[in-house]
């Protein structure tokens, strides 16, 4: 092959993989438009989304949040699937929630004003199901019963309060049973063990504990890195518990919910306790 017919080849590939990757553009900017639309469930998310979806958790958790604790991460290691429920503060749960679960196989609730029409095509992309406060809330549950139901191996993410609660004061009227709602069903008509996994998310908002990038940042009045959407923080504990199988907590939701709720209240309190004892 001469170098004109290999240069000639290059520019055939690249110019084929750009339309391939102009296409599947394409295609995710309508999966999020429809996702914009109550109960619409996104095609399964594929390994690439995955792998992306740490990579960028990963970065995020570094440059937004600052240094991560991990309490109880052999809870992880559940072999079956899980309805992972952390306690919701602020915006930054959702970089800590890509950058612990990885590259496991989950889908995620999101509510719909904090789905842009920039952020759609990647909520699409990335499995997430859009929640509809005010015109169908109900639609979102059956949207995740259905997406569990048809995808075996794939675990979900419910932040169980269902709005921020910026002051992390836990309060059992803000948790709603249609979590555990989701995850009964699911567990129904799974072929693998189905199991709650309670998470305490706290966050450390002393500035002496900065890393050395926060620190640097600083000095050069680069505040942008610990400081997101008008809170600042300079690192998190999460801490895990052990997975509860569903069909060990009581088929009364609000009694379920009432257990799920002390074991996350716990957890936050344990990481808010290991992140003052570690750190001082």
């Given amino acids: 092959m001469t170098t004109t017919h290999l240069l000639f080849a290059l520019a055939g590939a690249f110019l084929l993989a750009l339309i391939v990757a102009c296409v599947r553009i394409r295609f995710w900017i309508n999966e999020g438009n429809k996702l914009l639309q109550p109960g619409y469930m996104t095609p399964k998310v594929s390994w ?19 240094r991560l604790i991990i309490i109880g991460k052999e809870n992880l290691k559940y072999q079956g699937r899980l309805l992972m429920l952390p306690n919701h503060q602020i915006e930054k749960d959702a970089v800590i929630v890509t950058a612990v679960f990885g590259t496991m196989h989950f889908r995620f609730l999101m509510a719909i004003n904090q789905i842009t029409k ?12 859009a929640v509809h406060h005010d015109r169908n809330p109900a639609a979102s549950v059956r949207t995740a019963m259905r997406a569990l139901g048809a995808e075996q191996n794939s675990s979900l993410v ?32 799974s072929e693998l063990p189905f199991a709650v996994l309670p998470v305490g998310i706290y966050y450390d908002r002393d500035p ?20 997101w959407f008008n809170e600042t ?4 504990t999460v801490a895990f518990g052990k997975p509860i199988p569903i069909a060990d907590l009581p088929d009364d939701l609000e009694k379920a919910t009432d257990i799920i709720y002390d074991e996350i209240k716990k957890l936050s309190e344990l990481a808010e306790k290991e992140t003052k004892r570690r750190l001082g």
Avoid: Y
């Fill in 233 to 236: 923080t300079f690192g998190a």
């Fill in 48 to 66: 690439w989304a995955r792998a992306t979806r740490l990579v960028i958790g990963r970065i995020a958790m570094h440059l937004r949040v600052g």
């Fill in 158 to 189: 419910v932040f169980p309060q269902g709005r921020l609660i910026r002051n992390n004061t836990l309060l059992r009227e803000d948790f709603f049973a249609g979590a555990l709602m989701i995850g009964k069903h699911a567990a129904k008509k």
């Fill in 118 to 129: 920039l952020r759609a095509p990647f909520a699409a992309w990335l499995g997430g199901i």
């Fill in 208 to 227: 002496k504990h900065a890393t050395l990038l926060f620190r640097v940042a600083r000095l050069f009045g680069i505040t942008w890195f610990s400081d």
